[in-house]
């Protein structure tokens, strides 16, 4: 893992092709923006800050640490990235609910006089806040102050009904979510939006068990460029080399070293009678996404050993 400079995050926060994501496992907020979407954007040596009428995000010129990999798709063919931007995991957290303050540091003028409380349901050095102005929500939320949210009888359809702002606060800054919570059944909203997941908040964990971050840190703020096979929406089209190259170097620099093990691993025994397989669960991500890499590249090698070793999702 290596130290992440704020040029480098700053930079990426400016180009619209990037989303973001502050959260823990089972609560999370993300942040995108459309290339011709109205945005303004303030960068200082200091923070950055970036404000849609949908959401904004603001990052602050902190110590964090880097760590980037590939991500496997359960579709037999495609893969993802990550770059993760990390702080240490902490001793101990509260998961109640708490009246934070008037939100001074929201990122528009026009909120600052609101009220924030932490839901208590993100892990770590993580929250999960609202930020209302709405007197029914205001007098639930106060009534369940030291509660854990998710045991407070009747009040999520009150957050439902006041739609509140949602705003994720981390070490690295905060991502704030203006679109309306979509109901129990209903979809996410293209754009910031959020997700409360009650059996994996139960679970109190930074990420799942498929993220492979170091034991002792936590992701703060992620970045999640778009994807060599689909487009921003999520629509599926042919590889594409060049989104893929170009996040390259940053997995050069951020990537785990057990990944660049078993790349080499595999590319040096693609001749041979036996591969030189991994027994680790992410070894086995990542030896799947190298025979992929290499089979969209054309690399007729591959063909035999991803009939026996990339059959199905894992």
């Keep these: 893992m290596q130290p992440a400079p704020f040029t480098l995050i700053a930079d990426l926060i400016e180009d619209p092709s990037n989303g973001w994501s502050i959260g823990s496992f089972g609560a999370i907020g993300e942040f995108t923006r459309d290339a011709g979407e109205a945005t303004t954007i303030h960068r200082t040596a200091g923070q950055i800050d970036v404000v849609t009428t949908r959401g904004a995000i603001r990052v602050r010129n902190t110590a964090l640490t880097g760590v980037a990999w590939d991500t496997l798709s359960s579709d037999g063919e495609t893969w993802g990235h990550v770059l993760a931007f990390c702080a240490p995991w902490p001793a101990t957290g509260t998961r109640v609910v708490r009246f934070l303050d008037h939100d001074a540091d929201a990122v528009r003028a026009e909120d600052r006089y609101d009220r924030l409380y932490d839901l208590g349901v993100a892990s770590g050095c993580v929250a999960m806040a609202v930020r209302t102005r709405d007197p029914a929500l205001i007098a639930a939320l106060d009534a369940a102050e030291g509660q854990a949210l998710l045991e407070v009888t009747g009040i999520m359809p009150i957050i439902l009904s006041a739609q509140p702002h949602r705003v ?113 669960r992410r070894q086995r991500h990542k030896a799947r996404i190298v025979l992929r890499r290499l089979h969209a590249a054309g690399d007729a090698r591959v063909i035999r050993w991803r009939a026996v070793y990339d059959r199905c999702s894992d």
């Design 168 to 280: 994720l606060l981390s070490p690295a800054g905060r991502i704030e979510v203006y679109q309306p919570i979509p109901a129990s059944d209903g979809e996410s909203p293209e754009g910031p939006h959020t997700h409360l997941l009650s059996n994996l908040i139960a679970k109190d964990r930074a990420h799942s068990s498929n993220t492979p971050i170091p034991d002792g840190w936590q992701a703060v703020l992620s970045m999640h460029p778009r994807s060599p096979w689909r487009t921003p929406l999520g629509e599926r089209h042919g590889f594409r080399p060049d989104i893929d190259a170009a996040f390259a170097p940053l997995l050069d620099h951020f990537g785990l070293d057990e990944d660049e093990v078993v790349a080499r691993q595999i590319g040096a025994s693609l001749d041979d009678e036996a591969l030189s397989w991994p027994t680790g």
